[in-house]
């Protein structure tokens, strides 16, 4: 009998405590996103046909200001260099919602055969470089502005303040720049009002068109570079006892980090990556040189896991070198946090996600090792990312391409779940508030 009536509890406790929006106002919204979906096509199909590099998206950043303002929502721009911040104050009280859209394209030179396909160049790191939307960032934007433009339309509806973040240089700005997430916080995208949560999506190439997938916690990692310098002595390659050879010391280093993960790691708490990308050192085959050069990253989901796994890189590097005479200097790069999604957010607005979608359509999935600066905002709110499926599934799965590739392809059709879904998310979110 107290079981039952516990139960009995809990069942009209949770169901009480996700209401969503009512039924006319639901039928409306997903009418309206429909109404826009050529809309959004055409408006991604021109950002993917003039993409710019990361902290350069000059004319993309006025293009978006262009299209908020014809929609009647206040306009902050250029923010955080080039970036566009929205804002719409709703006929009601409540929340401040941000929702976030990045729009920097990738030094990729793109082959796909797309009609809209990009033919820009731009200079990256010193070297002529096509320009591609090669991550799916022209979607996102082409997303945003649907939502942007039926929040603008259903002004009195809204109860509070969304605020629409398109957000430069996710992929990293250049070397000695700021910007990204960083920044747009730094410049208060945040502030003025103060945002309560945070909601972003990444398309993806390899998730089927109409799904969802999403992770409470930890769902993203996050990415931290490295340099290890190796400094020995050089000498003739006939007599290396003349000298330290940094070629050897250099192998052993790169032998020893990989039983860090692989024997120092708790990985039942939660897994972590240790890559070495490039090992540069010498000139000629009879030569010892003086200096070996790598570089990798490491994939934590925890930042102490993270920072355990940076101090063993240093000892592991600077202890093998010392053995042989030789000495390691090891520099971590630049950096930011783990995606994670807010659990109790995460639960409350994953009913959100299935209404778009559809019951079966919403898949609780693995941590990814890939990294997303939408982290940044989750520090200072709690914010939930997902991933909105952009594959063909009539399409064979191996013959996907991967994001940042010169093939990198999304299906279109997967554009209207996307606006649907952070509709549901805002509406419901300020609803149940
Ligand atoms: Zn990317
Ligand atoms: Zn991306």
């Not at 976030?100 to 796909?112: F, K, M, Q, S």
Request: proline letters at 6%; a neutral charge; hydrophobic letters at 40%.
């Amino acid at each position: 009998m107290k079981r039952s009536s516990a139960l009995f509890f809990f069942v009209i406790f949770t169901s009480m405590s996700f209401a969503q929006v009512s039924s006319k106002l639901q039928a409306k919204l997903d009418q309206q996103a429909g109404e826009v979906e050529a809309q959004v096509i055409e408006w991604r199909r021109y950002f993917h046909k003039h993409p710019e590099l990361s902290n350069r998206e000059v004319k993309t950043g006025e293009k978006i200001a262009e299209l908020l303002r014809s929609f009647g929502i206040e306009v902050k721009h250029p923010f955080a260099k080039t970036g566009v911040l929205g804002i719409i104050k709703g006929g009601q009280p409540g929340p401040v919602i941000a929702l976030r859209a990045d729009i920097d394209g990738l030094p990729v030179t793109e082959r796909n055969g797309l009609p809209f396909a990009s033919q820009e160049r731009a200079t990256f790191g010193g070297q002529e470089t096509g320009v591609m939307h090669a991550c799916g960032h022209d979607s996102h934007m082409a997303i945003l502005l649907g939502v942007a433009q039926i929040l603008a339309k259903n002004k009195s509806d809204i109860k509070g303040t969304v605020k629409f973040l398109f957000q430069p240089a996710e992929e990293g700005p250049p070397a000695g720049e700021e910007g990204g997430a960083r920044l747009m916080l730094k410049e208060g995208a945040f502030e003025n009002p103060k945002v309560d949560v945070a909601f972003g999506l990444h398309i993806q190439s390899l998730v089927p068109l109409g799904t969802i997938n999403y992770r409470p916690g930890a769902f993203m990692a996050s990415p931290a570079g490295f340099t290890i310098k190796v400094k020995g002595k050089q000498a003739h390659g006939a007599t290396p006892w003349d000298g330290v050879d940094p070629i050897v010391v250099a192998s052993q280093i790169v032998l020893g980090l990989q039983t860090i993960v692989s024997r120092q790691t708790e990985l039942t708490k939660l897994p972590a990556v240790l890559t070495i990308g490039t090992l540069h050192a010498g000139i000629r085959n009879n030569i010892i040189p003086e200096e070996a050069i790598m570089t990798g990253t490491t994939r934590t989901f925890d930042l102490e896991m993270q920072k355990i796994l940076h101090e063993k890189i240093k000892l592991t590097a600077t202890q093998i070198a010392e053995s042989a005479g030789a000495t390691a200097e090891v520099t971590l790069g630049a950096s930011y946090p783990p995606t994670i999604n807010d659990p109790a957010l995460t639960e409350k607005m994953v009913p959100s996600l299935r209404k778009a979608a559809g019951e079966k359509n919403v898949f609780l999935v693995n941590p990814v090792t890939m990294g997303e600066d939408f982290s940044i905002y989750q520090q200072s709110v709690p914010g939930l990312f997902f991933f909105l499926g952009g594959y063909n599934p009539e399409a064979k799965f191996e013959t996907q391409p991967v994001h940042h590739t010169p093939d990198f392809m999304i299906d279109e059709r997967a554009f209207k779940l996307g606006v649907k879904a952070m509709l549901n998310l805002t509406f419901d979110y300020m609803y149940t508030k």
